[in-house]
Structures are given as C-alpha cells and as structure tokens.
Nanobody, 113 residues
Framework: QVQLVESGGGLVQVGSSLKLSCAVS????????VAWYRQAPEKTREWLAT???????RYDQSVKSRVTISRDDAKNTVYLQIDNLSPDDTGTYYC???????WGQGTQVTVSS
C-alpha cells in the first residue's frame, strides 16, 4: 500500500504558474510510477501526466506544452508544474500510484481572471 498527499493548490491568477506536490510514503512506495489527474467541476477525472520510477515522463497531448512532471526521490515527492494557467485548469488535482492504484485526497486549484 502507498499513501499519497497532495499539496500546493490554491487561488491563482490567469497566466501564472503553479507547482503541485505529491508526497509518497508506505511500504510499497519505492519505485512506483506516479500519475497526476485533474477533475474539473461536474466533469470526469482526466489523466494529465505520469512519471516512471526511471523518471521517464508521459503527458496528455492537451497539456503537454504547459505541464512538467518531475520527481525527487530523496524527498519521496512527485511534482506537477503547470504554466500559463487558465480558468479551464480549475479543479481538484490528484496523484495516484500506478502500480498499487492508491489515490491521494486531492488539492484544489482555482484560476481566477
């Protein structure tokens, strides 16, 4: 089992950048791939990016130009940076352990114009 805790969300302005964090812990935490998802109000949860244990990133084409996923294994943390934020980026952001299927509780991002 893996525990994941997201942080870094908040109220931000259009055009700004935000870096979200996902702290990973637990007996199975070592070597897991971690994915980020976003759930906008009244919409289904959508996949944004995944980073493997070998630090290989994959991105959804819709956000690829504005999103960077990274990991710091010394801190057991995976990051998601989103640039040039728009109101469409508003939602709850979740991280997930790919191998175990565990989810974090989410962090809310609201982009204000």
């Amino acid at each position: 089992q893996v525990q994941l805790v997201e942080s870094g969300g908040g109220l931000v302005q259009v055009g700004s950048s935000l870096k979200l964090s996902c702290a990973v812990s637990g007996s199975a935490a070592s070597g897991v791939s971690v994915a980020w998802y976003r759930q906008a109000p009244e919409k289904t949860r959508e996949w944004l990016a995944t980073i493997s244990a070998a630090r290989l990133p994959r991105y959804d084409q819709s956000v690829k130009s504005r999103v960077t996923i990274s990991r710091d294994d010394a801190k057991n943390t995976v990051y998601l940076q989103i640039d040039n934020l728009s109101p469409d980026d508003t939602g709850t952001y979740y991280c997930r352990s790919v191998q175990t299927g565990d989810w974090g509780q989410g962090t809310q991002v609201t982009v204000s114009s």
